[in-house]
Nanobody, 111 residues
Framework: EVQLVESGGGLVQPGGSLRLSCAAS????????MDWVRQAHGRLEWVSTI???????SYLGSVKGRFTISRDNIKNTLYLQMNSLKPEDTGVYYC?????RGPGTQVTVSS
């Protein structure tokens, strides 16, 4: 059974940082690209992808330079380091593998 469990969200002031984690199980994690997506105002938005193999990455334009996606193929864990957070980054963040998605972790950026 595929399981994805996100953690690390919380309330942070603008300009602050958070590091999200996603523990993956039930599939061969190292073989697949993984994504972070977020949901806010009823809209689901892709944030970032990290590929298997060379670990290349891609980002939504508005987070590029502020967010860093990474993975640990030994721990089967996906990460998202989020710096210089803005109120518009507020939302529920999910890690995804294909059609699978975890329960999400809430990120709120507010003063």
């Amino acid at each position: 059974e595929v399981q994805l469990v996100e953690s690390g969200g919380g309330l942070v002031q603008p300009g602050g940082s958070l590091r999200l984690s996603c523990a993956a199980s039930g599939f061969t994690f190292r073989r697949y690209a993984m994504d972070w997506v977020r949901q806010a105002h009823g809209r689901l938005e892709w944030v970032s992808t990290i590929y298997s193999g060379d670990g290349s990455t891609s980002y939504l334009g508005s987070v590029k330079g502020r967010f860093t996606i990474s993975r640990d193929n030994i721990k089967n864990t996906l990460y998202l380091q989020m710096n210089s957070l803005k109120p518009e980054d507020t939302g529920v963040y999910y890690c995804t593998w294909g059609a699978h998605r975890g329960p999400g972790t809430q990120v709120t950026v507010s003063s």
